[in-house]
Structure formats: structure tokens, C-alpha cells
């Protein structure tokens, strides 16, 4: 079985310029996530899809950072400025449905560098 | 929300059973503990998760309490290839509401 795709893997962008990470979940999984991972802490939540509708985007900065999932398959998020504190590990994940017990499959993740 | 606290880090020795504590002193009725693995430039990995008492696979057991403020992942008989981070996440029954705490690097050494 495929696990979760992601690209790129590696980005670098000067602020305020944007960048986009897309994501391929694993097929059928109807949940999809995005985390941010900065070094030395653990994933934050920053947007949850179920198929295609948002379920929880309370963390994510909405000025910045916007998601979407056309088709409730594949995912894209952006960023549009960016900030040097956005510099990361940008994680992806899905799951068979929302709700415990399903766990998460994350993918290897975009590091991305603002400087 | 139900934030979890863990150890930063811990050493170990090949062949010792290790055991990682994550406190949770507001968890919800509904809430699901559930542990996850990260070795550098991974995703995390899914080891274990559980409600209430104990649950074993073929990696690891979870002890989860009564009050279940916290909860106990058990590795037994640790490699070196279980160097890595782990995370303690709680999360409500919906699957929303997710917050993995900072997470404890456990070293294996021979």
C-alpha cells in the first residue's frame, strides 16, 4: 500500500514571498491533515479535512495560510506571505475516517526555511 | 483541551523495558490516548492507543489508570533501533481537537 505523499521535500523562500505544499493521502482515506512542525516541539493541527469539508482549522493563521482539498482527495497548502517564523516541517497526514480509533499516516513532510 | 506533559528525554540501555509517563490532568470523558513514534526527518508513526486500563500489541502496552490523568508507554527489551521521539496525543472520540505534546527523546545505547 502507498503510503502518504508529499512535495517537495525541501523548500527555501525569502519572506513574504509564497510558497505551496501539496499532498497525496493514501487511497480512500477520507480524513486529511496538515501540521506544522517547528524543530524541537511536537506536530501542531493546523487544518482537518473529512473528504472535502473542513472539520477543525482553529490553529491555522487565516491571513497567512489557507488549505484546500478539491475532490476530497489531494490537498494544497499555502502560504501568501510568509514570515520567518513560519520556517518548518509542514506534515501531512490522512486517516480511514475522523474519530477515534482511526489512526494517522503521515507522510515524510516539506521542510520549509524563510529566510 | 487536554494538554499532556512528558519527560524531554530518557536514556536506556539495549534489552531494558523503558517506560514513558504523559500526564493529562484535564482529559475529557471521551478523549483517546494515543502514542505515536518519529524518527528525524519522518513523520510520526502510530504505536499504540487506548481509553481506559491496559492495551498491548506486538510493540508496546499502554497503562492507562482509573482517573486517567495519565497514561504509561511500555517498550520492552529496547534496540537501538528504538531511538527516536515520542509523543503522547490525546484527542476526543469525534477525532478532532488534536494536540500532540512536546515529546520525550528516548536514547538506546549499547
Known amino acids: 500500500e502507498a503510503g502518504v505523499a508529499q512535495s517537495p521535500r525541501y523548500k527555501i523562500i525569502e519572506k513574504r514571498q509564497s510558497v505551496a505544499f501539496w499532498c497525496n493521502p493514501i487511497?480512500?482515506?477520507?480524513?486529511l491533515y496538515w501540521y506544522q512542525q517547528i524543530l524541537g516541539q511536537g506536530p501542531k493541527l493546523l487544518i482537518q479535512?473529512?473528504?472535502?469539508?473542513?472539520?477543525?482549522d482553529s490553529q491555522l493563521p487565516k491571513d497567512r495560510f489557507s488549505a484546500e482539498r478539491l475532490k476530497g482527495v489531494d490537498s494544497t497548502l499555502k502560504i501568501q506571505p510568509a514570515k520567518l517564523e513560519d520556517s518548518a516541517v509542514y506534515l501531512c497526514?490522512?486517516?480511514?475516517?475522523?474519530?477515534?480509533?482511526?489512526?494517522?499516516?503521515f507522510g515524510p513532510g516539506t521542510r520549509l526555511t524563510v529566510t | 483541551l487536554a494538554k499532556t506533559t512528558q519527560p524531554i528525554s530518557m536514556d536506556s540501555y539495549e534489552g531494558q523495558e523503558v517506560n514513558i509517563t504523559c500526564s493529562h490532568n484535564?482529559?475529557?470523558?471521551?478523549?483517546?490516548i494515543t502514542w505515536y513514534q518519529q524518527f528525524p526527518s519522518q513523520g510520526p508513526r502510530f504505536i499504540i492507543q487506548?481509553?481506559?486500563t491496559k492495551v498491548t500489541n506486538e510493540v508496546a502496552s499502554l497503562f492507562i489508570p482509573a482517573d486517567r490523568k495519565s497514561s504509561t508507554l511500555s517498550l520492552p527489551r529496547v534496540s537501538l533501533s528504538d531511538t527516536a521521539v515520542y509523543y503522547c496525543?490525546?484527542?476526543?472520540?469525534?477525532?478532532?481537537?488534536?494536540?500532540f505534546g512536546k515529546g520525550t527523546t528516548l536514547s538506546v545505547s549499547s
Open positions: 487506548g481509553y481506559k
Open positions: 479535512f473529512q473528504n472535502n469539508g473542513v472539520v477543525d
Open positions: 496525543l490525546v484527542a476526543n472520540q469525534a477525532g478532532t481537537a488534536l494536540i
Open positions: 487511497s480512500g482515506h477520507a480524513t
Open positions: 484535564n482529559i475529557a470523558t471521551n478523549d483517546y
Open positions: 497526514a490522512s486517516s480511514l475516517r475522523t474519530g477515534a480509533p482511526y489512526e494517522q499516516y
